[in-house]
């Protein structure tokens, strides 16, 4: 356990602030936990949004899937749920293209390469005579993940370059690779190949979990934030939402003094749990960080991202996935359909008779929303013909630019956890990692890796964490891990 009153601020709550407030809080610091929203969540958050008819829903910002190797997410989540109940799994993850184009990754096998063979062999879109065509040697890389060799091979290169390389047709890149890589918010000609090539190794080549995922059963507000609020207070942490961190200094002692909405709080240590904007706006205003500046000034942020929930007047057809990648028709980026399996839209739907379907397109090149919303649209009823003449009730739009840029270059300057003041760590789905990992895995595994960097300086017992294999199955012996300096 940490020294007797031993005092942290974590600035965020999102999963990274979370996870660092709970292992904290867990190690007997007193933990004062900092939030500018209403509620915990960050981006993996929600709200309340009123209907017309004065009905009151739970809004988010888009699908969230919880893939089996989330495994730090998921010790986070046994907090508040040792079952982890609150999650139920989806039995496949579709990809849908023009013209009836369909890609299933249902009882793939597990081990690799078991798993790229029997994907090869099953997909339509890759004859045997493709094969001959194919950049054997580029896709090897797809197997050879190592986190010193990739990134110094490969960052500088763009997702798209390393795409193209490979001589997939164009069938097939556009259903197995196209879907994948927007995945994550970044456009392929904006995203680094190693940043694309260690997804690849964390989502597939080097994952025993699978491919397909678990969702929650309920609005993530309810499932998860508000229960971690409570378990957070039950352990004496302060949690302070609808506080905005306005500064921090530091004192002569070597304490720092948190400047927030809500008044100011001394602590020992600080964990920056914030979006990449929110960072830049702290440190840039907190002397107490300059040594923090050039390198958070140095992240940038992805294209915006948008999100339509449409509460509609009849139902899907029955036979439709609950969620449904979707690939070369305009914006569109996937279809969730939420009563099949959300309780609060399945309620919605069994007493209107109508369908919650929700549309989301990654890295969207302008922010015409009329635009974007016809775009997202005309893709809904090309895969889905039965909603040409539904009626939408409600609907409720978001569009938002805060999600990280993976530029190709960036890797080599990226903050890490641990910074050069021992007192200060970072956590977030931006920073550079030690393993493989990535979006609300990424972003909870630094909080707890921040947790345990700052526990560390007062001799506290880590806590354990876990990933897929560091390595591909073909990455050459020998090759370490890439060391970071601290920032």
């Not at 065509?133 to 110094?152: I, K, P, S, W």
């Not at 047709?169 to 940043?195: D, G, I, Q």
């Not at 004496?236 to 720092?256: C, D, H, K, W």
């Not at 914030?274 to 500046?293: C, E, I, K, P, Y």
Request: charge should be neutral; proline fraction near 6%; hydrophobic fraction near 45%.
């Amino acid at each position: 356990m940490a020294p007797a009153g031993r005092r942290a601020a974590v600035i965020g709550g999102g999963i990274a602030g979370v996870a660092a407030a709970t292992l904290l809080c867990e190690r007997g610091v007193q933990v004062t936990l900092l939030e500018r929203e209403p509620t915990l969540g960050g981006r993996a958050g929600g709200f309340e949004h009123v209907l017309a008819t004065g009905e009151t829903v739970h809004m988010e910002r888009g699908f969230h899937a919880f893939f089996r190797q989330y495994y730090n997410l998921r010790a986070l989540l046994r907090r508040i749920d040792p079952e982890l109940a609150l999650l139920t799994a989806l039995p496949d993850y579709p990809i849908l293209g023009p013209s009836g184009m369909l890609q299933s990754f249902r009882d793939l096998p597990k081990r690799t390469p078991f798993q790229v063979l029997a994907l090869a062999w099953r997909s339509p879109y890759l004859r045997l005579a493709d094969l001959v065509h194919v950049n054997g040697r580029a896709a090897f890389e797809m197997l050879c993940f190592d986190g010193l060799r990739t990134y110094q091979r490969y960052d500088r290169r763009s997702a798209a370059d390393y795409l193209d390389s490979l001589s997939f047709p164009s069938a097939a890149r556009r259903m197995l690779f196209n879907v994948f890589s927007h995945s994550f918010f970044n456009p392929e000609s904006e995203l680094s190949a190693a940043e694309l090539l260690m997804m690849f190794h964390f989502y597939f080549t080097g994952n025993a979990e699978g491919l397909v995922f678990d969702v929650v059963r309920r609005p993530l507000t309810t499932a998860i934030w508000q229960p971690f609020e409570t378990w957070l207070r039950q352990r004496n942490a302060s949690v302070l939402t609808s506080s905005e961190v306005e500064r921090v200094e530091r004192q002569p002692a070597g304490g720092l003094v948190v400047h927030h909405s809500r008044g100011t709080s001394e602590v020992d240590d600080v964990v920056l749990a914030l979006d990449v904007a929110a960072l830049q706006r702290v440190v840039t205003q907190s002397a107490a960080f300059g040594a923090l500046h050039a390198q958070v000034e140095a992240l940038g942020l992805t294209r915006p991202f948008a999100v339509w929930r449409l509460w509609l007047d009849r139902p899907l057809r029955a036979d439709r996935a609950a969620f449904a990648g979707t690939t070369g028709v305009g914006l569109l980026d996937n279809i969730s359909c939420y009563e099949r399996f959300q309780d609060e839209s399945a309620a919605w739907a069994r007493q209107h008779g109508g369908s919650v379907v929700e549309l989301h397109a990654y890295a969207v090149p302008h922010e015409n929303e009329a635009a974007i919303k016809a775009d997202l649209l005309a893709g809904l009823r090309m895969f889905y013909p039965e909603t040409v003449a539904a009626r939408v009730l409600h609907d409720c739009f978001l569009l938002r630019q805060d999600c990280p840029a993976f530029p190709p270059g960036s890797h080599a300057v990226r903050p890490t956890v641990a910074t050069r003041l021992p007192n200060v760590a970072l956590a977030g789905d931006f920073v550079a990692m030690p393993f493989p990992c990535a979006l609300m895995e990424r972003a909870a595994a630094s909080g707890f890796l921040a947790a345990n960097t700052l526990l560390a300086q007062y001799g506290v017992a880590a806590e354990p964490l876990r990933s897929v294999a560091a390595r591909g199955l073909f990455s050459f012996p020998g090759h370490a891990h890439e060391p970071r300096a601290a920032l």
